[in-house]
């Protein structure tokens, strides 16, 4: 039986529109005007609701498998549905890392029992595993790690780097970099230690501007000698997104993505939160966040995406040293973008290409994204009067913490429906 989204308003261009949606099999059978019959059908008053694609969160870390205890798929996924967010794509830095065909297998075979989302996978570059990436399949992108973050996935040869940009040039697949230069990281390291720095409040001068400048500097100059795509995640930077803003006005197949931690909150959030702001890359300046707005505003910003990366309370309460790096933020992503509109930071339309269209685009979701007939019924219905508190130990993640919690937030998530179907948690 077909399923009728009733009295729901549907973008078309800036415009919201009164209409009936018509699922069916898993995709959207017909946009029609309000009022028109279509026998028989589940009807679901949606009470002039907004009704947006599915989000699609690009950069999550679902912990499976390897570190089930700060987060499972279980969790993660009911997650992501609590915020609008119907597709991820998860990060390769497991235990075992996802680095050969046989791991994204056994990785597919665990989540796929679990997921109440739908889901991609990002694949490890690592130093020994090119005949891997020549041949792996049903991958969203070769994922880099210039700097050395959670995982042992760090490439810091040059000659291993053009290589791998070599060979997803040669099959048409993004790679995706964390771009930190780990030899400045290292100096930094050993400075702060000698000068006894050990919070928080340090972690952005450790992980400075000029370490994620020379990293997105040295993989641009690397790109434009092997032509592949490239796509810089997390840029945290002014320096960053004037960077790729140069390269795409040269027509260079450039993107890049924006966390909403590195949006919302900048350095001195370290002062009240300690471990619990301390991510990499760090939290930047006000300067920074200004200029990072400024990206989404031009267009050289082309998707947020969270970074989601959940830690147990009892290790971010470790000493500075100590403590992961990494914050949830699947939940809040959504929310917090519709609280940015109602202040006019954005238009809705904007967080849809962010959030959704873009980033369908990007990794070859090609029947996600969009409200059309013959597309995939990924769908969130939102509400952008309602308000919305976030609260530590009432989220869907495992962590069940937020850096954003305590934080009212206008607009809400309603409904969610994956392929046509409603996912009530």
């Not at 028109?36 to 589940?42: E, R, T």
């Not at 810089?232 to 790729?244: A, D, M, P, Q, R």
Request: with cysteine.
């Amino acid at each position: 039986m077909k399923t009728v989204l009733d009295n729901c308003l549907v973008m078309f261009g800036r415009k919201l529109m009164p209409k009936q949606v018509v699922l069916d099999k898993g995709k959207i059978d017909a946009i029609l005007e309000l009022g028109v019959k279509i026998p028989p059908c589940k009807i679901i008053d949606c009470k002039q609701g907004i009704l947006l694609p599915g989000m699609i969160d690009a950069h999550v870390h679902f912990r499976v498998p390897g570190a089930e205890q700060k987060e499972d798929w279980i969790t993660g996924s009911r997650a992501a549905i609590a915020g609008g967010v119907t597709t991820v794509i998860d990060m390769p830095n497991n235990n075992p890392s996802c680095t050969s065909q046989e791991a994204l297998e056994k990785k597919d075979e665990i989540v796929k029992k679990d997921s109440i989302c739908n889901y991609a996978f990002h694949f490890g570059a690592s130093n020994d595993n090119l005949e891997e990436l020549g041949k792996v399949e049903g991958i969203a992108s070769f994922k880099v790690f210039m700097g050395s973050s959670t995982g042992n996935l760090l490439i810091t040869d040059k000659q291993k780097l053009e290589e791998i940009f070599t060979v997803a040039k040669n099959r048409n697949i993004v790679v995706a970099v964390h771009a930190e230069d780990e030899e400045m990281l290292n100096d930094n390291v050993a400075s702060a230690k000698d000068l006894g720095w050990n919070n928080a409040s340090y972690h952005s001068k450790i992980r400075s501007n000029e370490v994620e400048a020379k990293a997105i500097a040295d993989a641009l100059d690397l790109q434009k000698m092997v032509g592949n795509k490239l796509h810089i995640c997390h840029v945290s930077t002014k320096e960053g997104i004037e960077l790729i803003r140069a390269a795409k006005k040269e027509g260079r197949a450039v993107s890049c993505e924006v966390t909403p931690h590195h949006l919302f909150l900048d350095e001195t959030a370290t002062h009240k939160l300690g471990n619990f702001a301390k991510m990499n890359p760090s939290l930047k300046s006000n300067a920074d966040v200004k200029a990072l707005w400024v990206g989404i505003a031009d267009g050289t910003v082309d998707l947020i995406a969270t970074d989601h990366a959940p830690h147990t309370r009892a290790e971010k309460e470790k000493p500075y040293w100590e403590a992961p790096s990494g914050v949830p933020g699947v939940e809040t992503m959504l929310l917090l973008m519709m609280d940015a509109v109602n202040k006019e930071h954005l238009s809705l339309q904007r967080v849809v290409e962010l959030c959704s269209t873009n980033p369908a685009a990007l990794y070859g979701l090609g029947r996600k994204g969009k409200i059309k007939v013959g597309m995939d019924a990924d769908l969130v219905l939102v509400n952008l009067e309602k308000k919305t508190t976030v609260k530590n130990g009432k989220l869907q993640t495992k962590c069940n913490w937020s850096p954003f919690a305590l934080w009212e937030l206008k607009g809400s998530v309603e409904k969610v429906f994956v392929m046509g179907k409603e996912v009530r948690l």
